[in-house]
């Protein structure tokens, strides 16, 4: 199917339905003495969490304020993952304790579930089901008309659930409410057409669809003007962008052309497939100044047997014959990857395999999973050899061998003078300020928060394994 825009006269609708909203709002706040509050939470990847910024772009639009608390919003809504079962649990968790705080304190409290989770029909009827407290839910392509669907369930009783799928559809003219200004999320497209056996991404977000150049050149351009100098671009696999545009190009093209723009200091970018991964696009990023010398390359496993039956399109040693141009034409790059420890039918020879590849890459970070099994993906089907005690200590094996290399790696920081874009202060230690590299390492050191948002140079005194201490020069 060919990507079509919503068209201006679909978003015409929404925005109407916003402006109605904002009417309600307004007697809201007339009768009441105060302005309606909702609350987000977000489950999940960046994606996600771009999509919250549009909810919250269009919740402000439409005249509402937000608050970090949800027992005191008018609005919950839970933007939600579907990755992995245990983010589905939290989200059931969460919408417990939201049933209690709505029958005790606050009827006429409105709770919204949407995103990846709701797109799968079992789970949608379970909310509806278990859960009768919850007044909307909407998929991943019903985003944009999240006004209507609001504006329906503050007005009618019962439930309001659009979960149907549009896959060939990108809505451009969103408004969209970011948290930060130095740094933007910008998706440049959406969905997958990957089919990897253990994954839901593909079934919840549809088929891969790329914005148009001019779409996010344009976006870009409007981000640096309003003081953005990073950007971060995003897709389930950036590496195939353009593919479905029928113009001539391709992911390292887009790239140059927003390294082209001035303004933008910082350009990262995620996630590449490793099979989709060309020579020209490892020459950009060696090339192109503002891109950072930073991928995540994830391997997922490093048994042959087992990539293929994940359906990865590529072999251990394909990949390492991959990390090992990466490395040499950008010397010092920052490498990390995702891990799914205990996938069906996986030995623990299958997962010696990835702790070599661990060993060989040493990796900055790895993003580590437990496989989680996904109802309707093809890998569900499969038995497994090993049990549940015996994938956790594999799993505690493969946190074992990668503390130690991220350990080993962050002392090559010592004595570094690195560049940080300042991005507030330290999660861990508040007096500190925390920013990150080009390569992406957080680094926390002394400083006043009015440097947020800046560049600095930081002398490293004090790398740890998590993280880089240092002193501002
Ligand atoms: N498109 C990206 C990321 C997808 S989701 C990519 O292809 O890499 C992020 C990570 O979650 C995946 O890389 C994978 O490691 C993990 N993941 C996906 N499905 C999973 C499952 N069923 N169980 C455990 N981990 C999973
Ligand atoms: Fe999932 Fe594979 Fe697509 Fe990534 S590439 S989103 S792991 S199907
Ligand atoms: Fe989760 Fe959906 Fe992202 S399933 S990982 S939030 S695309």
């Known amino acids: 199917m060919a990507t079509e825009k919503i068209t201006r006269e679909q978003w015409a609708v929404s925005d109407g339905f916003i402006a109605k909203i904002k009417e309600d709002n307004a007697n809201f706040a007339v009768k009441n003495g105060r302005t309606r509050l909702a609350h987000t939470e977000t489950y999940g990847c960046q994606q996600n969490v771009n999509d919250t910024e549009r909810i919250r772009g269009m919740l402000a639009k439409a005249g509402f304020e937000f608050t970090d608390k949800a027992e005191e919003a008018d609005l919950v809504i839970y933007n939600t993952c579907a990755v992995r079962e245990n983010a589905e649990q939290r989200v059931f968790g969460r919408l417990g304790i939201l049933k209690h705080i709505k029958e005790n304190a606050k009827p006429d409290m409105l709770v919204a579930v949407c995103g990846c989770m709701v797109q799968q029909e079992h789970i949608a009827e379970k909310i509806r089901k278990v859960h009768d407290h919850v007044d909307l839910i909407f998929g991943t392509h019903a985003l944009w008309r999240m006004p209507e669907l609001l504006y329906k369930?503050?007005?009618?009783?019962?439930?309001?659930?659009?979960?149907?799928?549009?896959?060939?559809?990108?809505?451009?003219?969103?408004?969209?409410?970011?948290?930060?200004?130095?740094?933007?999320?910008?998706?440049?497209?959406?969905?997958c057409n990957n089919f990897c056996t253990y994954c839901i991404v593909p079934y919840v977000r549809g088929r891969e669809r790329s914005r148009t150049p001019e779409d996010i050149l344009s976006e870009v351009k409007c981000l640096v003007k309003s003081g953005t100098t990073e950007i971060s671009l995003l897709g389930q696999n950036v590496n195939s962008y353009g593919k479905d545009l029928g113009l001539d190009i391709d992911f390292a093209d887009l790239l140059r052309m927003i390294n082209d723009i001035d303004g933008v200091k910082r350009i990262r970018f995620m996630t590449s497939h490793p099979k989709d991964l060309s020579d020209k696009?490892?020459?950009?990023?060696?090339?192109?100044?503002?891109?950072?010398?930073?991928?995540?390359?994830?391997?997922?496993?490093?048994?042959?047997?087992?990539?293929?039956?994940?359906?990865?399109h590529y072999t251990k040693e394909q990949y390492l014959e991959k990390i090992d141009k990466i490395k040499k034409e950008i010397p010092g790059i920052t490498l990390t990857t995702d891990i799914i420890v205990g996938f069906p039918t996986e030995t623990t020879e299958d997962f010696k395999e990835t702790l070599d590849i661990i060993r060989y890459v040493r990796y900055d970070s790895i993003f580590s999973f437990i496989y989680s099994r996904r109802e309707g993906t093809p890998a569900a089907k499969l038995d497994f050899v090993l049990t549940d005690e015996e994938i956790h200590r594999n799993f505690n094996e493969l946190l074992e061998v990668q503390n130690q290399i991220c350990l080993e790696k962050n002392l090559e920081y010592k004595d570094r003078i690195e560049t940080i874009l300042v991005d507030g202060s330290s999660k861990t230690n508040k007096s500190l300020m925390s920013?990150?590299?080009?390569?992406?390492?957080?680094?926390?050191?002394?400083?006043?928060?009015?440097?947020?948002g800046k560049y600095v140079q930081v002398k490293i005194t004090n790398p740890k394994q998590w993280s880089l201490e240092g002193e501002l020069i």
Not at 435 to 452: A, E, H, M, Q, Y
């Open 435 to 452: 920013g990150r590299t080009d390569g992406g390492k957080i680094v926390n050191f002394k400083g006043s928060p009015d440097l947020c």
């Open 281 to 312: 696009l490892i020459y950009t990023i060696r090339d192109c100044d503002k891109v950072c010398k930073q991928l995540h390359l994830p391997v997922q496993a490093g048994s042959n047997r087992i990539l293929k039956e994940m359906n990865r």
């Open 153 to 191: 369930a503050m007005n009618e009783n019962g439930v309001v659930v659009d979960i149907t799928r549009s896959d060939g559809s990108i809505a451009e003219d969103v408004p969209i409410l970011r948290d930060k200004d130095e740094k933007a999320w910008v998706s440049i497209m959406y969905g």
